[in-house]
């Protein structure tokens, strides 16, 4: 049973809008801060959005903040990823990872992560 699965990636013109989510079999869900990272071919993968086990805190890379909306249904085990006025640059494979913790903060380490799911791939085309 894979722990966490991305779907909502696709192809979309500069300016529109994505809605990503991440349904997860880890549990409880909430023992997990939550976050998103892209990869690009050659880069290393960056993190670009995380929330807290209540939701209660997000952090999001400078590129992003503004344009995208990290949050969390905990009832229903699933993280989402809203983007908008996406940018050609944004193309990317984008993951969901889930840290255990015990804090109540955000985590920003990728190294930190211990679940990953498999991505999906958002393309922005001009």
């Known amino acids: 049973q894979v722990p966490l699965v991305e779907s909502g990636g696709g192809l979309v013109q500069a300016g529109g809008s994505l809605r990503l989510s991440c349904a997860a079999s880890?549990?409880?869900?909430?023992?997990?801060?939550m976050g998103w990272f892209r990869q690009v071919p050659k880069n290393e993968r960056e993190a670009v959005a995380a929330?807290?086990?209540?939701?209660?805190?997000?952090y999001y890379a400078e590129s992003v903040r503004g344009r995208f909306n990290v949050s969390r249904d905990n009832a229903k085990n699933t993280l989402y990823l809203q983007m908008n006025n996406l940018k050609p640059e944004d193309t990317a494979v984008y993951y969901c990872?889930?840290?255990?913790?015990?804090?109540?903060?955000?985590?920003?380490?990728?190294?930190?992560?211990?679940?990953w799911g498999q991505g999906t791939q958002v393309t922005v085309s001009l």
């Open positions: 990872a889930g840290h255990w913790t015990q804090g109540l903060g955000i985590t920003w380490t990728r190294e930190k992560y211990g679940v």
């Open positions: 880890v549990g409880p869900f909430d023992d997990y801060a």
């Open positions: 929330i807290s086990r209540t939701g209660e805190w997000t």
